[in-house]
C-alpha cells in the first residue's frame, strides 16, 4: 500500500479529515453520517472490517474534535449500528 493511503484528506462525511484508507474502508460499509460513528466510535475496529487501532484512533480524534467544535451532536441520522 503506498503511502498515499494514510494521506489525511476531506471525505463524503462533511467536517471530518481522515485517510483515505480509512474513508475507503467506511464507504464500504455505507456509513454516511457523523451521528453514525459516533454510535460505534467506542467498538469501531470491531465493527467495521479493514479498521484497526490507528484507523480507529483517527476516526476517534476527528470525531472528539468535531464535537468539541459543535458541529457533531450525534443527532444526525443514525441507522442504529
Known amino acids: 500500500m503506498s503511502n498515499d493511503a494514510w494521506k489525511i484528506c ?3 462525511i462533511p467536517g471530518l479529515r481522515l485517510p483515505q484508507y ?9 456509513f454516511t453520517t457523523i451521528g453514525e460513528l ?5 467498538r469501531i475496529e470491531a465493527l467495521v472490517p479493514g479498521i ?5 484512533d483517527a476516526i476517534r480524534a ?3 474534535r468535531i464535537v468539541r467544535q459543535g458541529g457533531g ?3 444526525e441520522a443514525s441507522s442504529g449500528r
Open 38 to 42: 459516533l454510535a460505534i466510535a467506542d
Open 22 to 30: 480509512t474513508w475507503h474502508k467506511l464507504e464500504n460499509e455505507n
Open 73 to 75: 451532536s450525534g443527532k
Open 62 to 64: 476527528e470525531l472528539d
Open 10 to 12: 476531506k471525505g463524503p
Open 52 to 56: 484497526g487501532p490507528k484507523s480507529a
